[in-house]
């Protein structure tokens, strides 16, 4: 694998490295050992699959707050998403800061969130496919979110969402202590 740092500390675009032949090709997707080196979390606590019907669905901005919080490997195995990576850390240089990367099951390319980011998507194509690895279980009483059309952080999407949820359309405006 080849681990590519984006702007934001601790943030990272994974790239296969495929060994390719006549069949097709092999590659490794996940690998403790080259977590642990590269400093990343290599926990494995759940697995989680999260399948979208409609182009236009966003999910998030989620994270887990401490002590669960959570660091995430996330690919899309089936349609396109645009996955987006907050930093939420206090004490980060890149503190409400975002990037965003255009993950689909032809490119197969990955992104790992770390504890103290918030993570959400939008699908691009319709019957979207997201594969998480989560370090973390998932805590009801740890989950949080911020909007994601907050002005606080204006991440800018590539579409307007067409459909989300309730929840993810009423968080409140970010303060701080509500991120806690």
């Not at 690919?75 to 240089?93: E, K, M, Q």
């Not at 890149?94 to 993570?119: K, Q, S």
């Not at 690895?133 to 800018?156: C, K, L, T």
Request: net charge negative; proline share 5%; hydrophobic share 35%.
């Amino acid at each position: 694998m080849i681990f590519q740092e984006t702007k934001i500390p601790g943030v990272f675009e994974l790239h296969l490295e495929r060994k390719m032949d006549e069949r097709g090709f092999f590659a490794r997707s996940w690998c403790r050992d080259e977590f642990e080196t590269t400093g990343l979390n290599a926990h494995l606590a759940q697995c989680s699959i999260s399948y979208n019907v409609q182009k236009g669905t966003l999910r998030g901005m989620h994270y887990q707050s401490a002590p669960y919080a959570e660091s995430k490997l996330v690919r899309c195995t089936r349609g396109a998403i645009y996955d987006v990576a907050l930093d939420l850390r206090a004490d980060s240089p890149t503190f409400r800061e975002w990037i965003g990367v255009t993950l689909t099951a032809d490119n197969r390319e990955m992104i790992y969130i770390p504890e103290g980011c918030a993570h959400g998507f939008l699908t691009l194509e319709d019957n979207s496919e997201v594969f998480y690895q989560i370090s973390e279980f998932y805590r009801p009483e740890a989950a949080r979110g911020v909007r994601w059309d907050d002005p606080a952080f204006g991440i800018v999407w590539p579409a307007e969402p067409q459909l989300l949820s309730e929840r993810d359309r009423d968080y409140p405006d970010f303060t701080w202590d509500k991120v806690r």
